[in-house]
């Protein structure tokens, strides 16, 4: 069965409601987009090229509809049209939730900018939608937020945003701690197993600590993936703290 016909027809596995197919995860440096790292931006190629072959891979599944996922500074949807943009970075540049939508409309947090950014590399035609996640979200908001996911019409497929510790070294924006590399490297494997209970067992006081802005919607994610049901196989793409901050990039699959 061909995509578009799945799409009419849906999944025979899950009746009428088709629950999350795929997701893919990537950090949000406002350093990723070229035009703000300038000079340095050849640092992050390899970076680059990790989360185009995540988002690549997500768009391969076929979804109705791509749901962007990043902190924000409440819990919730973002209308369209929504715009978020570089100018605190020194760029003036606008990145709107959907491409070629007007310039207006609601504002979208830094982490959900680089997602938008991202996704407009590939010239989608999927509908975009995006919801933003408070740091500081307990479990029964998060549990709620991805019944909410998987109660979306259609095929949906995450693209999940977030950072790492931001405390690898003394030159970090953190400075330096102990606990970060074990953090980050419990969040790896985590990524690269589809480890749900992993992620749901981050600490968000040690998340907090750490700086890992990433911590909520990695929750998220996993608490989606269980919703959903049935087996994932996730796959590890890019693990670096170049500037002091865990990026990783990961891509996942239904089995």
Not at 111 to 120: E, K, N, V, Y
Not at 133 to 157: H, K, M, Q
Not at 199 to 225: I, T, Y
Request: net charge negative.
């Amino acid at each position: 069965m061909t995509g578009s016909a799945r799409r009419r027809s849906g999944d025979s596995r899950y009746g009428d409601q088709v629950p999350l197919v795929a997701a893919a995860v990537c950090p949000h440096p406002p350093l990723l987009v070229p035009e703000v790292a300038g000079s340095t931006a050849p640092e992050l190629d390899d970076l680059r090229a990790a989360c185009d072959t995540a988002v690549r891979r997500l768009l391969a599944a076929e979804p109705d509809t791509v749901l962007l996922l990043g902190t924000g500074p409440a819990t919730g949807p973002i209308p369209n049209p929504a715009t978020g943009t570089l100018q605190p970075w020194g760029v003036d540049l606008d990145v709107p939730l959907v491409s070629g939508q007007p310039d207006r409309g609601a504002v979208l947090p830094l982490s959900l900018t680089i997602g938008a950014w991202l996704l407009a590399r590939h010239h989608t035609r999927e509908r975009v939608t995006a919801v933003q996640v408070a740091a500081d979200a307990g479990p029964a908001e998060l549990a709620a937020l991805a019944d909410e996911i998987n109660a979306v019409a259609g095929r949906v497929a995450l693209l999940v945003l977030g950072d790492g510790s931001a405390c690898r070294g003394e030159k970090a924006p953190g400075y330096d701690d102990p606990r970060a590399r074990p953090y980050d490297q419990r969040v790896a494997t985590a990524l690269a197993e589809a480890d749900l209970d992993g992620l749901l067992d981050l600490d968000p006081v040690l998340s907090a600590e750490l700086k890992a802005a990433g911590r909520a919607p990695w929750q998220v994610l996993a608490g989606a993936a269980r919703s959903a049901g049935g087996g994932w196989r996730g796959e590890l793409l890019h693990d670096s703290a170049p500037y002091g901050v865990a990026y990783f990039v990961a891509s996942w699959e239904r089995v």
